[in-house]
C-alpha cells in the first residue's frame, strides 16, 4: 500500500465542497445566534471625539452598539504586543486611530440586515492628524529591527564589498519596489462565538491555527486555553492572513459575552483591506556585480519595508541575496519605517516572495551586461553549499531544474535580443527566474485509533487551507498501515484532538504528516506485538521483520495465507478499539543542513506593441520540493503559486490615498487579479527527490515555493520583448508606453 504516497488521488473534501456541504466557519450551524457588523475608521491617524450611537440603537432588532465607550476592558490587554506570530488588535479599548479602516464599533441584532443598518448608522466625529503611508515620506522613521523575519539578523556582511565591486568586468545598481498587495481569500475572515459559561469559550473561527488562536484569544480575554475551544474544519484560503489573530475574533467574543448569545462576524470585503494584513511594499536597493566570465564579484541588498506604529512585522525580503548565490563578498540590511497603516503581515511566501522577484531581475540585467545567458550565469554562480550559514545542503536539485526547465520550454530558442521577435502586432518576449523558499518544521502530535471493524481513525489539530491537507493525511496513515483509502478518517481542525503548529510557513506535510507517520507506524508496532505473542494468531512467534501490512490484513511475508484481518485481531482480545499517540519534532538537522526548495521558472509573454498591455502566453516551474505525497493536490499548489506570480507581476496592488491614508481599491472590481484569459498555458514539473535529512517523510513544503521567482521570470520576459525594464510591480501599460 505505500504506493499510494505520490498518487494523483482526487480531494477526500472535494465532494463536501463542491455539493456546499462543507460547512465553513461562518456557515456552522449554532442555535439562537445573532449577528455582528464593524464599522470601520474613516481616517488614518486621529482619535475619536464622540460617538452617537442612538439613532443606530433605534434599528429593529439591535440588541447593543459596542464602542470604545462601552466596551469591556480586556483582562489582558497588557499581553496584546507582538510576539513574532501574534499582532497587536484593535479591541476597542481606546479612542486612538492607528489607520483607516480600523474597528471602532460593533453593531449586534438579530438579523444581519439590521447589524449592517445600525452600523452604517454609526456617527463618529473625529479629530484627524495627517497620514504617514509612504515609504518616501515615512523616511524619518527609519530604523533597524533587532532581528527579521523568523529570528534572522537584520543586517549581514561577508567579505569586502567595494573590493568586489573594483575587482567586477560588469555591474548593476538600482532600486526595485514592490507594492502593498492585499490576500483576498474567497472566504473572509469570519468567526462564531459561543460562550458556554462565564469562563468557557468556543470559536467557530477562520483560522490557519487553532492552537495559536486558542491561546492568543485565551491570554487577551483572561481565560485558560483549556477552557477555548477553537473549531475550524474547513477554510476558504489563508495565504498567511489568517494565521494571526486579529481584532474581529475578540470582539465577536466580547459582543457575545455581553448579549448573551452566540454571535456571528464576518468582514465585508472593503474590511478585508488594512485590518487583517498586507504584504508590506518594499524598496530593494541591489547591487550585483561580477567578473567577464560571469563569477559574481559583489551582491548587495538594502530593503527598506513597511510596519505600523503599533507594532512590528519585518518583510524580510533581504534573505535570498544572502544564500542563493555563491559570492565572496555579500552585504545585505533591513530596515523599517514606521507607517499609519494596519500592521503588514505574513503573506504567502513572506519576504522571499519579494527578495526573490528583485534579486532575479537585478541578475537578469547583470546576464544582460554580461552578454550571457541567464541560465549560464545562474550556473556559473551556483552555491554547493549554503554561503551565508557555511552549511551543506540537505539536498538540492536545482541544477535538474534549470535543465529540466530549459529542455521543456525550449529556451535554447529564446530571442538574444531585446525587441526582435514579432507576433504580429505583439513582441514576443521569454525570461526566467530561479526560485526558493525555506523548508520548515515544527512540533506535532497525531493519534491514530483502529476500531474493531477494521477502520482507522487518525486525528491532529491541524488546519485544511485548501491544499489537500485532508487528503494527503489520509494516504499517508493508509500507506504506514497497509489500509484502503476507503477505511482511514482524518480528522483536524478541532482544539481537542492533538497540538499541531500552525499551517503555515509551507510546514504543515513535513510537521503534522510526520507526526500521522509516526502514530500510524506505532500502531502498526503495537498490533504486531499483539498478534506475535498471541498463540492463538498464525502470526505467533514471527518476528517484525516478517510481517507485512495489507488490505486490512497482517500476515507473514513470505507465507501470505499465514495471517488474519486485523478486526479479527482486536476482537479476539475483546477490544473496540487500539490507539496510539505520537509526536513529531525537529532535531539537530537544523545545525547540520541549510535546508530549502528549489526550483526555475520560465516565461513567454507578448506585449502590444502600441497600447502596452501584456498578455502571458505561457508558464513553466520545475521544481525541487522532496518527495511529492499527492501528484495532483502538488501540481494546483504549484501552479496556484505561479498564478499568484503572474498576478503580483502584472495586477495587484493596494493603491493609497496618501493625502488621507486609506486605501481607494478596497474591492475585487478595483483590486485586479487575474481571470480565466489572463492564465495561459502553465504547467508545473518536479524532480523525484526524496530529503529524509530534513524530516521523516522527505518532504520540503510546496505551499509557497511556487510564488518565488515567478513574478521575476514574467518581468524578465518582459524586457526580452521590449527592451524596457521595469523595476516596480506591478507591469502596467502606462509603464511600457
Known amino acids: ?40 475608521s474613516t481616517i488614518a491617524k486621529g482619535r475619536i471625539l464622540s460617538t452617537d450611537t442612538r439613532e443606530a440603537e433605534r434599528v429593529r432588532g439591535v440588541l447593543w452598539i459596542m464602542t470604545h465607550l462601552n466596551a469591556p476592558k480586556l483582562p489582558g490587554e497588557g499581553k496584546n504586543r507582538p510576539d513574532g506570530s501574534s499582532r497587536v488588535i484593535q479591541a476597542l479599548q481606546d479612542s486612538e486611530i492607528h489607520y483607516a479602516n480600523q474597528p471602532i464599533a460593533v453593531a449586534v ?47 549581514t556582511n561577508r567579505g569586502d564589498i567595494q573590493a568586489g565591486l573594483k575587482a567586477a568586468a560588469a555591474q548593476v545598481q538600482n532600486e526595485y519596489y514592490t507594492p502593498f498587495e492585499t490576500h483576498n481569500p474567497m472566504e473572509p475572515h469570519a468567526t462564531i462565538a459561543v460562550w458556554n459559561a462565564p469562563d468557557s469559550l468556543i470559536l467557530y473561527d477562520a483560522t490557519q491555527g487553532v492552537f495559536s488562536d486558542r ?17 475550524s474544519p474547513y477554510l476558504g484560503g489563508g495565504f498567511g492572513s489568517k494565521g494571526p489573530v486579529w481584532s474581529h475574533v475578540v470582539l465577536a467574543a466580547m ?60 518583510e524580510s525580503a533581504s534573505l535570498p541575496t544572502r544564500m542563493l548565490y555563491a559570492c565572496p563578498n555579500n552585504s545585505t540590511s533591513q530596515k523599517l519605517v514606521r507607517s499609519d497603516i494596519g500592521t503588514p503581515s505574513f503573506m504567502r511566501a513572506p519576504g522571499e516572495a519579494t527578495g526573490v522577484n528583485a534579486l532575479e531581475i537585478a541578475l537578469d540585467e547583470l546576464a544582460f551586461a554580461l552578454k550571457m545567458d541567464p541560465i549560464a550565469l545562474r550556473l556559473k554562480n551556483y552555491a554547493e553549499k549554503d554561503p551565508e550559514t557555511k552549511l551543506p545542503w540537505s539536498s538540492k536539485s536545482l541544477r535538474d531544474c534549470y535543465r529540466m526547465g530549459a529542455e521543456k520550454f525550449g529556451w535554447d530558442k529564446r530571442p538574444k535580443e531585446p525587441r526582435s521577435v514579432r507576433d504580429g502586432a505583439m513582441l514576443v518576449g521569454w525570461g526566467m527566474a530561479t526560485a526558493a523558499y525555506p523548508t520548515r518544521r515544527s512540533a506535532s502530535t497525531a493519534k491514530a485509533i483502529l476500531g474493531a471493524d477494521g477502520k482507522l481513525e487518525v486525528d491532529a489539530g491541524t488546519q485544511d487551507l485548501g491544499t489537500g491537507t485532508y487528503t ?141 498591455e501584456v498578455h502571458i502566453s505561457r ?119
Open 472 to 612: 494527503i493525511m489520509t494516504q499517508i496513515a493508509a500507506a504506514t498501515m497497509g489500509l484502503p483509502m476507503s477505511s482511514v478518517r482524518f480528522r483536524l481542525g478541532d482544539t481537542r484532538y492533538p497540538h499541531t503548529p500552525v499551517s503555515g510557513g509551507s510546514q504543515t506535510a513535513a510537521s503534522t504528516g510526520s507526526a500521522v507517520r509516526f502514530a500510524a507506524s506505532a500502531l502498526r508496532e503495537k498490533l504486531a506485538g499483539m498478534a506475535m505473542a498471541d498463540r492463538q494468531s498464525p502470526l505467533f512467534g514471527a518476528t517484525m521483520a516478517d510481517i507485512v501490512f495489507e488490505n486490512g490484513r497482517i500476515f507473514i511475508k513470505s507465507i501470505p495465507s499465514r495471517g488474519e484481518t486485523l478486526g479479527a485481531l482486536l476482537a479476539r482480545h475483546r477490544l473496540p478499539s487500539v490507539e496510539t499517540t505520537a509526536t513529531s519534532e525537529p532535531g539537530l538537522e537544523k545545525k547540520a543542513f541549510s535546508m530549502y526548495a528549489f526550483g526555475a521558472q520560465f516565461a513567454e509573454v507578448q506585449v502590444d506593441a502600441d497600447l502596452g
Open 255 to 314: 459582543a457575545a459575552q455581553h448579549v448573551k448569545r452566540p454571535v456571528k462576524l464576518a468582514l465585508e470585503r472593503p474590511q478585508m483591506f488594512g485590518a487583517v494584513g498586507q504584504r508590506s511594499s518594499t524598496h530593494q536597493a541591489i547591487t550585483a556585480a561580477a567578473s567577464a566570465d560571469g563569477a559574481f564579484t559583489a551582491l548587495r541588498n538594502d530593503t527598506i519595508s513597511h510596519t505600523s506604529t503599533f507594532d512590528q512585522f519585518v
Open 109 to 155: 441584532a438579530e438579523t444581519l440586515h439590521a447589524a449592517q443598518e445600525a452600523a452604517f448608522l454609526i456617527k463618529v466625529r473625529y479629530s484627524p492628524a495627517k497620514p504617514s503611508v509612504s515609504l518616501q515620506s515615512s523616511i524619518p522613521t527609519l530604523y533597524t529591527p533587532e532581528q527579521g523575519h523568523n529570528n534572522n539578523p537584520a543586517t
Open 619 to 737: 508558464m513553466l516551474g520545475v521544481f525541487d520540493a522532496g518527495r511529492i505525497l499527492n501528484a495532483k493536490t502538488a501540481r494546483s499548489q504549484l501552479i496556484g503559486g505561479m498564478v499568484w506570480g503572474a498576478s503580483m507581476a502584472l495586477f495587484e496592488q493596494n493603491l493609497y490615498d496618501e493625502r488621507l491614508g486609506r486605501i481607494v481599491n478596497n474591492n475585487l472590481a478595483e483590486y485586479h487579479v487575474p481571470v480565466n484569459l489572463d492564465i495561459p498555458h502553465i504547467d508545473a514539473l518536479w524532480v523525484e527527490e526524496v530529503d529524509l535529512r530534513v524530516n521523516p517523510l522527505g518532504v520540503k513544503g510546496i505551499g509557497e515555493i511556487g510564488i518565488t521567482g515567478a513574478a521575476a521570470a514574467v518581468a524578465n520576459a518582459i524586457f526580452n520583448a521590449t527592451g524596457k525594464r521595469i523595476r516596480n510591480l506591478p507591469i502596467t501599460p502606462d509603464k511600457l508606453l
Open 1 to 40: 500500500m505505500e504506493d499510494l504516497i505520490g498518487e494523483p488521488l482526487d480531494r477526500i473534501d472535494g465532494p463536501r465542497k463542491v455539493s456546499g456541504r462543507a460547512p465553513y466557519a461562518y456557515e456552522q450551524n449554532v442555535p439562537n445566534a445573532v449577528y455582528g457588523v464593524m464599522a470601520m
Open 215 to 231: 491561546d492568543r484569544v485565551a491570554s487577551l480575554l483572561g481565560l485558560k486555553p483549556e477552557n477555548v475551544l477553537v473549531i
